[in-house]
């Protein structure tokens, strides 16, 4: 495998771990914020830097006791039938694991989880039911992304669910449709959107929502799951 590229030190990617995070290249959504467009677009992908999956496994190999974790996030990991063999040796070198995930390959997720190969499931909630589309371009049957919420909430591993708050495309409304949707469950996250660097140019101009619209939200939500807060 290649990737997309390589942190080596993340303090909070993997919640109560020290861990890396390496970056998948592609995915199969279109979600107007993304702040890793270089590692969805084809023509942008073409020109990013690739890094081996020799060279992510030497790095993990010095870090050994060091390190405790390793986060896989993209892009969409899932993509690739072959991330389960690179997952096998990471895990033989004592490192937990770590897998965002857009909901999108349940049952690759299923089989992960069934032979112990991740141990927290990170899974982006991106609209209510009746907004999917717009994030997938209709690419991806929302009966996927039902299955594996279903999958997720066995609790077989520790998981968290999380939404980006999209300016104009997400309502308060929506959120809680959201909250509906997915409850009773673990945890819940509102992540602020961040004008810094998006798929879609235009939502560099698009202002977060405000701060105390945010939290008056959160405590809306928190009767829907052990654990909600802001990002």
Known sequence: MYFGGLQKLTLIDYPGKLAATIFTLGCNFRCPYCH????VLPALI?????????EVLNFLKERKGLLEGLCLTGGEPLLYPELKDFIKKVKALGYFIKLDTNGSFPEYLKDLIKEKLIDYAAMDIKAPKEKYHLFTLNKVPLEKINRTIEIIKEGKIDYEFRTTLTPELLTEEDI????EWLKP?????????????????????????????????KEKLKPYFEICEIR
Do not use: H, M, R
Request: positive net charge; aromatic residues 10%.
């Open 185 to 217: 469950a673990k945890k819940y996250f509102l992540q602020q959107f961040k004008a810094i660097k998006t798929l879609d140019k235009d939502f560099l101009k698009k202002k977060p929502w405000p701060e105390d619209k945010v939290l008056a939200l």
């Open 176 to 179: 809680l449709k959201i909250g």
């Open 46 to 54: 073409e020109k990013q830097p690739k890094i081996s999956e020799e």
């Open 36 to 39: 890793n467009p270089e590692l």
